[in-house]
């Protein structure tokens, strides 16, 4: 069980859905399963939702609020964000309820209501659960919306495990349609996206360490799109910079299943830059990003460097 009664009382009060900075379709998707339940719940978007997380908020007719309230009357569900600062600002509440399934959860005030599911492969599959407890009925935009999220966040099923397939499973009973959902996610991308996807391999660099392969690059926008097509062309890692106008920079990293089944794991890199520069960081062993300021340029190196240091250590 993750609700007890207490818990179960949160979710009668008014609800902001808080999805984290440049949502992707498991946070937007899984604020849209919590509204199919919770008619009067806000969905609040502080920082920007991402171009597929705009698809499925448009094709499902959501309003989401683009900038958060400084104070909320009610409960706060902070969703897919496993530190405050991934979502902030977040609105002073009484009550603050944290669903995640990233690897580690922290930064949270006290008192926050923390549903943390580290084995779910998405946000998405806990909030079945979640509904499933409070007695309410998954309908079908509701199914739909979290088997999109899951379809992504597992990277179309590739990271998936047993229990990712019962719950689509689950939500096909309900009415999704996985034909739907994928010509919905899988349509044309934006010109500016492949562009950028081109320029980020264009201005690739790569090593080989042992039988790994390291790539990096830098971008202005979509690095972790860049990141996942570094992968597909061969890499074992990729990692990709961007750097803003005022000094913040962004790292999206990604690694390849075979380098992660021989126990390789990304959240330890970028933990280390969080060491080294501050900054913060969060994700899964294939796929993790990190936050912070400086020299994106340097800040690549220096995870590249840590990667070459931890595949040595590799059986
Ligand atoms: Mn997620």
């Known amino acids: 069980m993750l609700l007890n009664d207490s818990s179960k009382k949160l979710f009668e009060k008014k609800l902001l859905l808080l999805i984290h900075h440049h949502a992707d379709v498991d946070a937007v998707a899984s604020a849209i399963a919590l509204q199919t339940v919770f008619e009067d719940a806000i969905i609040c978007a502080p920082d ?6 705009q698809k499925i908020a448009e094709f499902n007719k959501i309003d989401i609020l683009m900038e958060s309230p400084k104070k909320w009357e009610g409960t706060v569900i902070a969703l897919d964000s ?12 009484q009550n603050i309820i944290v669903i995640d399934h990233h690897t580690k959860i922290e ?4 008192g926050t209501e923390i549903i943390h599911q580290p084995n779910k492969t998405s946000t998405a599959e806990i909030i079945i659960q979640i509904i499933d407890e409070l007695g309410l009925t998954i309908n079908k935009k509701c199914a739909n919306v979290l088997l999109a999220a899951i379809y992504t966040d597992t990277g179309q099923f590739r990271h998936a495990n047993n229990e990712t397939f019962s719950s689509a499973s689950i939500l096909c009973d309900n009415g999704a349609e996985p034909q739907e959902v994928i010509n919905l996610l899988d349509s044309e991308r934006p010109l500016i996206q492949k562009i950028t996807f081109l320029k980020a391999a264009q201005n690739m660099k790569w090593i080989q360490h042992g039988k790994w392969i390291i790539a990096t690059s830098i971008v202005g926008s979509f690095e972790s799109g860049s ?4 992968i597909v062309l061969g890499a074992d890692i ?13 790292l ?3 690694a390849s299943n075979r380098i992660v089944s021989k126990g390789f794991n990304l959240t330890k890199i970028l933990e280390k830059i969080c060491e080294i520069n501050e900054g913060s960081s969060g994700g899964h ?13 340097a800040i690549i190196e220096i995870a590249k460097q840590e990667s070459i240091d931890k595949i040595t250590q590799l059986s």
């Open 285 to 297: 062993p294939g796929a993790a990003g990190y936050n912070g300021t400086g020299d994106a340029e």
């Open 48 to 53: 920007k939702v991402s171009s597929h997380g």
């Open 82 to 93: 496993p530190n405050p600062e991934h979502c902030s600002p977040v609105p002073k509440a």
């Open 238 to 250: 990729a990692i990709v910079g961007s750097s803003k106008k005022n000094g913040e920079m962004r």
């Open 252 to 254: 999206s990293t990604r």
């Open 107 to 110: 930064g949270w005030p006290e």
């Open 227 to 230: 990141a996942r097509h570094m």
